[in-house]
């Protein structure tokens, strides 16, 4: 495989990586879910998915209230 092919596969799993990433994060938004991630100082912290979605992509989302 090329240099030029293997830029173009590393392009292409990015993206897919990127899109992911969207698709659960406005997932657990709407289902007002939270997530684990790091703080600046590289301390594991649980936020609200919804902040993290609104502040990466400036969308706003409904909640999907869901009863067991």
């Given at each position: 495989m090329s240099e030029k092919e293997m830029l173009k596969q590393t392009n292409k799993l990015l993206?897919?990586?990127?899109?992911?990433?969207?698709?659960?994060l406005k997932q657990k938004?709407?289902?007002?879910?939270?997530?684990?991630?790091e703080d600046d100082n590289g301390n594991i912290v649980e936020v609200p998915a919804r902040t993290v979605f609104q502040?990466?992509?400036?969308?706003k989302l409904s909640v999907c209230l869901i009863e067991d």
């Amino acid at each position: 495989m090329s240099e030029k092919e293997m830029l173009k596969q590393t392009n292409k799993l990015l993206e897919g990586l990127k899109m992911a990433d969207y698709q659960l994060l406005k997932q657990k938004s709407m289902l007002n879910q939270n997530i684990i991630t790091e703080d600046d100082n590289g301390n594991i912290v649980e936020v609200p998915a919804r902040t993290v979605f609104q502040e990466l992509y400036q969308e706003k989302l409904s909640v999907c209230l869901i009863e067991d």
